[in-house]
């Protein structure tokens, strides 16, 4: 026979097993890696489209001079150095639109180079 206290014990790691089973301890999922790719004047693409609620990390790619990569409304930014990939954690977002843009100048098309994460 199990004594009061073993019967608690026991109750309680079911609860808790029940508890992990509904997803309430889920671990949150990898951040989803999307690409762009910068050069003078243009990135590639223009308009990324990303999922909304999840974690991203946006991987950025340049050939020919240094680049920066801005969003501006985040608060965030990173320098694209040529022959490397930078990469800039971005939080879980809501669905609409953020738009980037370079920060470093580039040449004198650099003020038209931008473009702008579609979250959906």
Known sequence: MLTRRQLLTRAAGLVLIGYGFNG??????????????ARRFTYTPETLEIAANQPAII??????????????????????IPGQIARLKLPALPAGEVPFLCDVFCGSGHEQMGGSLHVV
């Open 59 to 80: 991987e950025l790619t340049v050939t020919d001079v240094l680049m920066g990569f801005a969003l501006p409304s985040l608060h965030l930014r990173t320098d694209i």
């Open 24 to 37: 309430a301890w889920a671990e949150t999922p990898a951040p989803k890696v999307y690409r762009i790719a």
